[in-house]
């Protein structure tokens, strides 16, 4: 009987890739569903089974590779008492038992050569024979099979009958990598780590931002089913725990095999994420010092020379940069009187001024001023250009 099957995903390929399923699904055409392994070839061909007026019937799924080549025919087309050693009694194949429902031949590319030419057979007349007999038996048995691999390639090398290939082909629906539908990884693991939960009773504590974008950045060889093993091992065996990447990464097929990064954990700031983060962190270590300094001028009256906070003292005059002292003109351009008045003073003016006294004190290296405003590097280039203090390097 049939039970409600949804091939799950929200990206546009997927969408469109339904929609044509369920328009073959009411047709008794044959189908060719390609994809790389794991992506759900057999899930969408469920769904199309369940989604045509056969859904009542028997969906039958076979792994022609895993099938012995000298055993596949016999379980495709049955047998009769005597064919052959071993067969003690007569046995109905698979194609008897898809009559009037769906045969699904998965992995068609292991299909010996002498098999294909009776599956030409039956996709043309819906004829065949039971292995040892001569009596023709009919199955209204609608075909769908799957390959991940390329069968155009296996027709080149002679491994792949030509007539098959194009019986097959006529409609061919075609699953893209989880690795290009970042969306689809989102909904799967959703749904997934949602089963995973109620069935082990076990409550998923989520996964840090990094871990999330980890998800969304793996190449995700194994495809759907990777993700869903994945999930699952991380409920059981990390229970209790949030994600973080160096977890994630442990249950992964290709470790540290991201698109376009390699999660090295000494170079996390590598990620993006991480980089907004520590800018975050910057952008508040900055409005403290700032503050800081600003409290330090109220308490000294400005009587004293400006010393910036974790800096080594001001060097002579001559060693500063020529351009490094700040504008006293505010922004509304009024000059002169507002050095009296430092409390006035732009918060603009008094970084632009301690960021100058730590060039200097360090002689223009760029990395050592960095750190010792606790700026990062590019955070500190995007203010020298703002504040024109320096030439770049
Ligand atoms: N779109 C999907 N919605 C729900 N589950 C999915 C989806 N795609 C794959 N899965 C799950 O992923 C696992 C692998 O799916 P399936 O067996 O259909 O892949 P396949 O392409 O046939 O793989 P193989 O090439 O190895 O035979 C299954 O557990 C299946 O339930
Ligand atoms: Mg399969």
Redesign the pocket.
Known sequence: MSKTI????ESAA?AQLKHLALQVAQTEVTVLIT??????????ARFIHAGSRRSHKNFIPVNCGAIPSGILESELFGHEKGAFTGAIQSRKGYFESADHGTIFL??IGEMPLETQVKLLRVIETGEFQRVGSSEAIYSDARIIA?T?KNLQQAVAEKNFREDLYFRLHSVELH?PPLRERER?VLV?AE?FIHQFERKHGISFEGFTSEAGEILLRYNWPG???EL?NILESLLILEKGKQITPEILDKHLVQRNKYKGLVYDPEKSEKNELNLIYNSLIRLHQEINEIKQLLRQRESTHEDHPKTPLLLPPPLPAKQQFPDSRPDTVSKSGTAGTERQKPEVETLETLEKQAIADALAAFNGNKRQTAKALGLNERTLYRKIRKYRLAAED
């Open positions: 949804d091939f799950l995903g997927i994809g790389e392994t794991g992506s759900g070839k057999e899930v969408l998965d992995e799957a991940n699953i689809d799967l749904h495809n759907v089913r869903k």
